[in-house]
């Protein structure tokens, strides 16, 4: 008894007092009552929370999109809390074609691979500064809108919220001391406290109400920036389409092992020969327009021995001392031998003369 004598006078005076927590530990308990906040502030509070939430996964997701190295994200994030710009670095498409660019000037500009490595390249680094300038565009037209919501306009929702939660556990402490109150002096001044508090929840609660409101504003702008991150990347997309199909042209239907390799079951098996290199020979089994046409040329060639001039197609480097290198577009006379493989022709350019895959070249009429 003596135990319950002095929990209930301790209450009393921390009520005396006005501790919000302690009301909310009683409506925990079930010991006090509480003032519901009306259904369509209740909406309102759920949509915001809704919102934010969703914002906040859209936010790092669309930074994981466009910078896929958590290491590169976190260094960003520091140097911006410092203020300070982050180090230019080559993102990963500027590197392979750095890389690319480097072997190719290694192995040769004149040798088809090397050629093609170099073209290569500088496609890769034209698809990084591309990437670049989506990462920049999405930054400001999309994240940095974003974040402002979540660190801006949501924090001044909280701050406000928790006022009007604060509110709110004063105003029923005020009607739970006005049911507790026995004399007349104590009740007349438990209900003016409850009037002023009252006033105090309600100017809270429609301040509250009007940022609330202010969500579908948000959401309205947040769909315009949607639209612009949606525009950045259907231009990226297409720039990168665009920048390929310019490659692909430029490479043309270029012979190389590994298209010989996946058109293996369609195609005849190549002989195997002492002299051509492995890439001719393949190229040679290699279906392709330019191939019907040498073709077509080729019986005139063995029937007549006679010559003709012949467009180089792509750059070729001679295996060994027997065959003739070519530099694209050249024109050079060939003409066939009694006996020589059907893949060659003997070429011929100036004082130069050996053999040369038929793949590469284009008949002259």
């Known amino acids: 008894h003596c135990f319950k004598f002095v929990l209930e006078n301790y209450f009393y005076e921390l009520s005396i007092f006005n501790v919000p927590n302690l009301q909310f530990t009683e409506e925990k308990l079930g010991q006090a009552e509480k003032t519901e906040l009306d259904a369509h502030l209740e909406n309102l509070l759920s949509k915001a929370e809704c919102t934010k939430l969703w914002t906040e996964k859209i936010m790092k997701q669309t930074e994981v999109l466009l910078q896929p190295n958590p290491n590169a994200r976190i260094e960003e994030f520091v140097y911006e809390k410092l203020d300070r710009k982050a180090p230019s670095r080559m993102n990963n498409p500027e590197l392979l074609g750095q890389y690319m660019i480097d072997a190719g000037n290694e192995f040769g500009p004149g040798t088809a691979y090397g050629n093609a490595l170099i073209k290569c390249g500088e496609t890769q680094k034209r698809i990084g500064t591309a ?217 011929e350019r100036g004082n130069q003369k050996g053999k040369v895959p038929i793949t590469y070249l284009e008949l002259l009429n």
């Open 131 to 347: 990437d670049r300038e989506l990462i920049q565009t999405s930054a400001i037209n999309f994240l940095t809108p974003l974040r402002n919501f979540i660190e801006g306009d949501y924090k001044t929702i909280t701050k406000e919220r928790k006022l009007l939660q604060n509110k709110r556990l004063d105003l029923d402490a005020a009607k739970t001391r006005l049911k507790k109150a026995k004399v007349a002096e104590a009740r007349a001044a438990s209900e003016q406290e409850v009037r002023i508090t009252q006033s105090e929840f309600d100017r809270q609660a429609e301040i509250t109400r009007l940022l609330l409101e202010g969500i579908s504003s948000t959401h309205a702008h947040h769909l315009r920036c949607l639209n612009d991150f949606v525009e950045a990347q259907m231009t990226y997309y297409a720039q990168c389409y665009q920048y390929m199909l310019d490659l692909q042209k430029q490479l043309g239907s270029f012979p190389s092992t590994f298209l010989s390799n996946n058109n293996q079951s369609s195609t005849t098996p190549v002989q195997s020969v002492s002299t051509p290199s492995v890439l001719a020979s393949a190229s040679a089994s290699l279906p392709s327009v330019s191939n019907s046409i040498v073709t077509s040329g080729l019986s005139e060639l063995k029937s007549s021995s006679g010559s003709r001039k012949a467009r180089v197609l792509y750059d070729y480097d001679a295996a060994n001392s027997s065959e003739l290198s070519l530099l694209a577009d050249e024109v050079i006379t060939v003409y066939s031998i009694p006996g020589m493989d059907s893949d060659w022709l003997m070429g």
